[in-house]
C-alpha cells in the first residue's frame, strides 16, 4: 500500500498559538505511520513558515522554531504538482503532499485563510474548506445562516467600534442582563465576558475590539452547553452527546484547559431521545454551513428543552483530554482512528479529482 504523505500545519499568527501546538503534537503521536508519512509544517508566532524536522516534543514544549531543526517553507501554487517548497541555502527542493491537515486554531488558521491557500494550490484539505471555515468563524454570520434552517439562536446585536456606547446600552436593556459580549471572529472564549449589569458593558465591550474589529452581544441561554463530535463528508457519523457542567462564570478560556470549577461528561446527562434529537440539530448545522471532514458542534440545552445553536468549531482542540476526541472515543473510536478518518476524508477520489481541476 502507498503511503499518503501528510503536512500537518501548526502554530500560526494567532491567540490560540499554544494551543495548536498541543493539538499538532497529538495528532501527530496519534498518526498510523504504517499508512501515512507526517510532514511537520510550523509556522511561527510572527507568521513564517517551516518545514519541521526536529523532536515532536518539541512542538509540544514549543522550542520547536529554531535554526537547527527548520527551514524556511512554501506552498507551491502549481496545481498539478502539489509541492511543498523546501528554501535550502543552496536551492528549493520540492516535497510532495497527498493531503493538507491544519491543526491551526482562531485566526489565520481556523478561518478560512489557510485552507483558501490550499485550495488555490489544488491540495486536498483535512476538514472543512474555504466557505465553511470562514462562515464558522464568524459567529453572527452563522447564526443568521443556520436560523434559516429552523434552529433556534440566541437574540443578539452587532456592533463597531463607531458604534455610540449609548445605543449598545440601549440594545443590550432590550436583551436583558445577564448577557454575553465576544468578538465576532475568535475562539478558545478569548475577549468573552459575562456581564450582569450595565456599568460592565463598556469594559466588556473595549475587552472584545482587541480581539477582533466587530463585536456581538447576545442573550445569556438559562440551561446548559452541549456538544456534537460530526465526522463525514456526506455520510455524517457523530459522536457522544457531550455536556459542560458549570460550577460558576461561564466557560472561559481558563475553564476549558483546565477545568478546575467545571467538569464535562461524556455521554451528557440526559435522556436517549433528547441526544438523538441533539445529534440531529448537529447534522443540520454541519451542512448547512458546508461542513466537511470533521467539526464540533456546540448548541445550548435550555431548562425547558429547547436546542439553541451556539457555534461551530471547525478544527476543534486534538489533545488527548479535547471534547472532540472523547465524544469519537465514546462512540467507539480510537484516537488513531479518528485521525485516519480525517486523512481518509480529505483524500477521498472525488474530492482529490476537484482538487486537481485547473
Same mark, same amino acid.
Given at each position: 500500500?502507498?503511503?499518503?504523505?501528510?503536512?500537518?500545519?501548526?502554530?500560526? =499568527?494567532?491567540? /490560540? $498559538?499554544?494551543?495548536?501546538?498541543?493539538?499538532?503534537?497529538?495528532?501527530?503521536?496519534?498518526?498510523?505511520? /504504517?499508512? $501515512?508519512?507526517?510532514?511537520?509544517?510550523?509556522?511561527?508566532?510572527?507568521?513564517? @513558515?517551516?518545514? $519541521?524536522?526536529?523532536?515532536?516534543?518539541?512542538?509540544?514544549?514549543?522550542? @520547536? =522554531?529554531? #535554526?537547527?531543526?527548520?527551514?524556511?517553507?512554501?506552498?507551491?501554487? #502549481?496545481?498539478?504538482?502539489?509541492?511543498?517548497?523546501? +528554501?535550502?541555502?543552496?536551492?528549493?527542493?520540492?516535497?510532495?503532499?497527498?493531503?493538507?491537515?491544519?491543526?491551526?486554531?482562531?485566526? &489565520?488558521?481556523?478561518?478560512?485563510?489557510?485552507?483558501?491557500?490550499?485550495?488555490?494550490?489544488?491540495?486536498? !484539505? *483535512?476538514?472543512?474548506?474555504?466557505?465553511?471555515?470562514?462562515? =464558522?468563524?464568524?459567529?453572527?454570520?452563522?447564526?443568521?445562516?443556520?436560523?434559516?434552517?429552523?434552529?433556534?439562536?440566541?437574540?443578539?446585536? !452587532?456592533?463597531?467600534?463607531?458604534?455610540?456606547?449609548?445605543?449598545?446600552?440601549?440594545?443590550?436593556?432590550?436583551?436583558?442582563?445577564?448577557?454575553?459580549?465576544?468578538?465576532?471572529?475568535?475562539?478558545?472564549?478569548?475577549? !468573552?465576558?459575562?456581564?450582569?449589569?450595565?456599568?460592565?458593558?463598556?469594559?466588556?465591550?473595549? +475587552?472584545?475590539?482587541? $480581539?477582533?474589529?466587530?463585536?456581538?452581544?447576545?442573550?445569556?441561554? %438559562?440551561?446548559?452547553?452541549?456538544?456534537?463530535?460530526? +465526522?463525514?463528508?456526506?455520510?455524517?457519523?457523530?459522536?457522544?452527546?457531550?455536556?459542560? /457542567?458549570?460550577?460558576?462564570?461561564?466557560?472561559?478560556?481558563?475553564?476549558?484547559?483546565?477545568?478546575?470549577?467545571?467538569?464535562?461528561?461524556?455521554?451528557?446527562?440526559?435522556?436517549?431521545?433528547?441526544?438523538?434529537?441533539?445529534? #440531529?440539530?448537529?447534522?443540520?448545522?454541519?451542512?448547512?454551513?458546508? =461542513?466537511?471532514?470533521?467539526?464540533?458542534?456546540?448548541?445550548?440545552?435550555?431548562?425547558?428543552? /429547547?436546542?439553541?445553536?451556539?457555534?461551530?468549531?471547525?478544527?476543534?482542540?486534538?489533545?488527548?483530554?479535547?471534547?472532540?476526541? &472523547?465524544?469519537?472515543?465514546?462512540?467507539?473510536?480510537?484516537?488513531?482512528?479518528?485521525?485516519?478518518?480525517?486523512? #481518509?476524508? *480529505?483524500?477521498?477520489?472525488?474530492?482529490?479529482? %476537484?482538487?486537481?481541476?485547473?
Amino acid at each position: 500500500m502507498n503511503k499518503l504523505t501528510i503536512a500537518v500545519i501548526f502554530g500560526g =499568527c494567532s491567540s /490560540e $498559538y499554544r494551543v495548536s501546538l498541543e493539538s499538532a503534537h497529538a495528532v501527530l503521536s496519534h498518526m498510523d505511520k /504504517e499508512r $501515512y508519512i507526517p510532514v511537520m509544517i510550523g509556522i511561527s508566532r510572527q507568521g513564517d @513558515w517551516f518545514y $519541521y524536522q526536529g523532536d515532536v516534543e518539541k512542538i509540544a514544549g514549543d522550542t @520547536w =522554531c529554531n #535554526e537547527t531543526d527548520c527551514i524556511p517553507a512554501a506552498v507551491s501554487l #502549481e496545481r498539478r504538482v502539489h509541492n511543498l517548497l523546501i +528554501l535550502e541555502k543552496d536551492g528549493v527542493r520540492k516535497l510532495p503532499i497527498d493531503v493538507a491537515f491544519p491543526v491551526l486554531h482562531g485566526k &489565520n488558521g481556523e478561518d478560512g485563510t489557510v485552507q483558501a491557500l490550499f485550495e488555490l494550490a489544488g491540495i486536498p !484539505v *483535512a476538514g472543512c474548506g474555504l466557505l465553511a471555515s470562514a462562515l =464558522c468563524m464568524d459567529k453572527d454570520r452563522a447564526h443568521k445562516l443556520v436560523s434559516t434552517a429552523g434552529v433556534a439562536v440566541p437574540a443578539a446585536f !452587532v456592533l463597531k467600534k463607531e458604534t455610540e456606547m449609548k445605543e449598545v446600552l440601549k440594545q443590550a436593556e432590550q436583551i436583558g442582563y445577564p448577557l454575553f459580549v465576544k468578538p465576532v471572529k475568535a475562539g478558545s472564549s478569548f475577549g !468573552v465576558t459575562k456581564v450582569t449589569d450595565r456599568t460592565e458593558l463598556p469594559a466588556a465591550v473595549t +475587552l472584545a475590539f482587541e $480581539y477582533d474589529d466587530t463585536v456581538i452581544v447576545e442573550e445569556n441561554i %438559562d440551561g446548559f452547553e452541549v456538544g456534537c463530535a460530526v +465526522l463525514g463528508n456526506e455520510e455524517l457519523r457523530v459522536g457522544e452527546v457531550d455536556e459542560i /457542567e458549570l460550577t460558576e462564570g461561564f466557560f472561559d478560556f481558563t475553564e476549558k484547559y483546565s477545568l478546575k470549577t467545571s467538569a464535562i461528561h461524556v455521554p451528557a446527562r440526559i435522556d436517549g431521545g433528547m441526544a438523538k434529537q441533539i445529534r #440531529e440539530t448537529a447534522k443540520i448545522i454541519y451542512k448547512t454551513l458546508d =461542513c466537511r471532514g470533521f467539526a464540533r458542534v456546540d448548541m445550548f440545552l435550555t431548562t425547558s428543552g /429547547e436546542i439553541i445553536f451556539n457555534e461551530v468549531n471547525t478544527i476543534p482542540g486534538f489533545t488527548s483530554h479535547s471534547r472532540y476526541p &472523547n465524544m469519537m472515543k465514546a462512540a467507539g473510536m480510537s484516537f488513531e482512528q479518528i485521525i485516519s478518518g480525517i486523512i #481518509e476524508l *480529505a483524500a477521498e477520489p472525488d474530492i482529490r479529482q %476537484d482538487s486537481q481541476k485547473s
